[in-house]
Nanobody, 115 residues
Framework: QVKLVESGGGSVQPGGALRLSCSAF????????MGWYRQAPGREREWVAR???????MYIDAVKGRFTISRDGDKNTVYLQMNDLKLEDTAVYHC?????????WGQGAQVTVSE
C-alpha cells in the first residue's frame, strides 16, 4: 500500500513561485516514473509533468520553461518547482506514478494564483 502526501501549495499573485513536494510512504520511488497532475475547478485532472527513474523529464506545453520536476530517491520525494505562475495554473496538484496513476490519490496541494 502506497500513501502519497503532497505539500507546499498556497496562494500567490501572477508571476509568483511555489515549490510542491510529494512524499511516498510504503514504496520506493526509484523504480517508478512519477508525475504531477492537476485538476482545476470544473475540469478533468490532467497530467502536468513526469520524471523517469533515470531522471528524464517531460512537461505539457503549458508549463514548459516555467515548471521543473525533480526527485530525491533517498527521501522518496518528488518536487515540482513552479515559477512565473499564471491564473490558469490554479488547481489542486497531485502526484502519482506516470504515465498511469497506479496509486491511491493523496489529498493534493491547492495552488491558487490570483491578482
Amino acid at each position: 500500500q502506497v500513501k502519497l502526501v503532497e505539500s507546499g501549495g498556497g496562494s500567490v499573485q501572477p508571476g509568483g513561485a511555489l515549490r510542491l513536494s510529494c512524499s511516498a510512504f510504503g514504496s520506493k520511488f526509484s523504480i517508478n516514473a512519477m508525475g504531477w497532475y492537476r485538476q482545476a475547478p470544473g475540469r478533468e485532472r490532467e497530467w502536468v509533468a513526469r520524471i523517469t527513474s533515470s531522471g528524464r523529464t517531460m512537461y505539457i506545453d503549458a508549463v514548459k520553461g516555467r515548471f521543473t520536476i525533480s526527485r530525491d530517491g533517498d527521501k522518496n520525494t518528488v518536487y515540482l518547482q513552479m515559477n512565473d505562475l499564471k491564473l490558469e495554473d490554479t488547481a489542486v496538484y497531485h502526484c502519482n506514478s506516470a504515465p498511469y496513476s497506479e496509486y491511491a490519490w493523496g489529498q493534493g496541494a491547492q495552488v491558487t494564483v490570483s491578482e
